[in-house]
């Protein structure tokens, strides 16, 4: 992987690089949750919002290019006392344009070790994976999450098929420390 990557921390000016990434990776059928159509400019200030008061927004930028992100994560707390050691939500994006360089694990590792040793109020971090996305679920394993059950038929993949969305959870060795 490329060195000159760096992680830093959304701005509320990433606000269209992350819309216009969101859009790239939207198109892909394994990269979201969300078609093209559901990306718009609210959801967009919906997470931000969300990240920016109970939880955490990671980018990268393009380093020949700054007017281009290349990955974004988020997570953040639902606002429910019970659930205030949840990070919840959880959403990460690489362009097309980078997949393969190492940017996801970059990323992510950078998350968790921020969970770790900046949010020890932070017990556990929760994802969904879609089933047929085996990729996915072995990244998450790789990086200590663990598969807590399925949801089946959670997932519409067709006018009349479905599959399960796998919960995962990381937990954070530092919590309360």
């Known amino acids: ?14 606000k269209e690089k992350i819309f216009s990434l969101y859009k790239k990776v939207a ?7 969300r ?3 559901e990306i718009t400019p609210e ?9 920016s008061v109970n939880g955490v927004e990671f980018v990268i930028e393009n380093p020949h290019d700054d007017n281009e992100l290349v990955a974004e994560i988020h997570s953040y707390k639902w606002g429910i006392e019970k659930f205030n050691h949840v990070f919840s939500e959880l959403t990460i994006v690489v362009s097309p344009a980078y997949h393969g360089q190492g940017l996801g694990k970059l990323i992510f590792t950078h998350l968790l070790h921020y969970i770790e040793t900046e949010r020890r109020d932070i017990l556990r971090v929760e994802l969904a ?7 996915a679920i072995r990244f998450y394993k790789n990086l200590g999450f663990v598969q807590e059950g399925r949801f089946e038929k959670r997932i519409k993949t067709g006018d009349s098929t479905y599959e399960a969305d796998i919960p995962m959870a990381w937990f954070n060795k530092n ?3």
Do not use: C, W
């Not at 992987?1 to 990433?14: G, H, P, Q, Y």
């Not at 959801?43 to 990240?51: C, K, L, R």
């Not at 994976?129 to 990729?135: L, V």
């Open 1 to 14: 992987m490329n060195s000159t990557f760096e992680v830093r921390k959304a701005l509320l000016s990433d």
């Open 27 to 33: 198109i892909l059928p394994e990269g979201i949750a």
């Open 35 to 37: 078609n093209v159509k």
């Open 43 to 51: 959801y967009i200030d919906h997470f931000m919002q969300n990240a």
């Open 129 to 135: 994976a879609q089933e047929s996305n085996e990729k």
């Open 175 to 177: 919590f309360g420390k």
